[in-house]
């Protein structure tokens, strides 16, 4: 199989190190294993800037979504009503989870280039007392776009509202202090910012918000609070868990750690965000999301002017050595390129020979 690299949001390009963890068959009843378990939960809250005394953290197997709707299906009880925040895909996609399993809501919806008004949801939180939850997306993968969760956060501490935020695409690659940020929840997965493999998403939960909601849950295998008080035991998962997958993140975690932390990776997205873009402009290939919005994880791209065909372009570039993304909007034609993992400024520019010659072999 040709090997590439990924330029998408996750799963992303790992290191030779951590794919190496994945050669090792792990018992999931074995202490060792479980002492893992235990090491990852505290690595996380200590990322986040909290302690184990206010929060704590839940492995759950499966993707992203899996950990999104097990807040969702967990967290809210049949009294509750939550107001979902979107300007994306992802955040509509809690709005489809909501509707699966009848969750009371209202629905502030943005355009997806645009980030959410705190002055309207001020609004929206006066006229509606009865709304116990606030959800909404850190930064949307539609787009790259990154919206402001703090500004929401004072919001819901002021308004006495739980606040859960998916932080897929951020977390590790954008700081996030979750107390200062006032988030009771929030989700990401293994395959994103700190660069492992797929196959579980965890979630950071405030203690007492998380002993709140025991016996809301809609779902056995998706139970949070009942997977939290299993592997506060002694670090077993309830069922099943991706041993290869937690190995993998194991070693990202300390790959994370020996490589100057989140704020040595942030500048490393960024700087390589910046180069990218740059250098699209140059051939006619401009950005979706204007700047003062922008994340430095993925970037939507508008189609240049010229015959542009997505399928073609892929292919040319996959063949060079390079996996990018379609695009998620329909009103306008676009591709998005992600900016993670083992993605460095010599990829970036790579890129940019690579589409140099599409479009001069197109013109």
């Known amino acids: 199989m040709k090997k590439y690299k990924l330029l998408t949001p996750g799963p992303l390009t790992t290191s030779d190190a951590v794919k190496a963890e994945m050669l090792f068959d792990h018992c999931t009843w074995d202490n060792e294993y479980k002492t893992i378990t235990q090491k990852i939960r505290a690595q996380l809250l200590k990322l986040a800037h909290v302690s184990e005394d206010a929060y704590t953290a839940i492995l759950m197997q499966g993707s992203g979504t899996f950990g999104v709707e097990a807040v969702l299906s967990s967290v809210i009880g049949d009294k509750d009503k939550v107001l979902f925040i979107t300007n994306g895909a992802y955040g509509e996609r809690m709005l489809d989870i909501a509707d699966y399993h009848r969750l009371n809501y209202l629905a502030y919806n943005e355009e997806y280039n645009i980030i959410p008004d705190a002055a309207k949801v001020r609004a929206i939180l006066t006229e509606n007392p009865d709304i116990t939850h606030v959800a909404m997306v850190h930064c949307e993968t539609t787009t790259g776009i990154l919206n402001d969760i703090h500004a929401i956060g004072e919001l819901c501490a002021e308004f006495g509202k739980t606040y859960i935020v998916d932080a897929m695409s951020s977390f590790g690659g954008i700081d996030i202090p979750l107390e200062d940020d006032h988030i009771d929840f929030m989700i990401s997965s293994a395959n994103k910012c700190i660069q492992g493999v797929p196959g579980f998403s965890f979630i950071l939960a405030r ?79 401009n950005a979706y999301i204007d700047e003062a919005y922008r994340s430095p994880i993925i970037t939507t791209f508008l189609y240049p002017e010229q015959g542009f065909d997505f399928t073609d372009m892929y292919n040319f570039v996959k063949e060079r050595g390079y996996a990018i993304y379609p695009g998620k909007l329909t009103k306008v034609d676009t591709f998005r390129m992600g900016n993670i993992g083992e993605i460095y400024k010599e990829d970036v520019e790579n890129l940019y020979n690579i589409f140099y010659d599409y479009l001069k072999q197109n013109a």
């Open 207 to 285: 203690t007492a918000a998380l002993e709140a909601s025991k016996g809301n849950a809609r779902s056995l295998s998706l139970d949070i609070y009942d997977q939290w008080k299993t592997m506060n035991k002694d670090g077993k998962w309830r069922f099943t868990s991706p041993t290869h997958t937690v190995l993998a993140f194991s070693k990202a975690l300390d790959e994370l750690e020996e490589r100057g932390g989140v704020e040595a990776r942030y500048q490393r997205y960024a700087s390589n965000n910046k180069l990218l873009i740059e250098k699209m402009a140059v051939l006619g290939i």
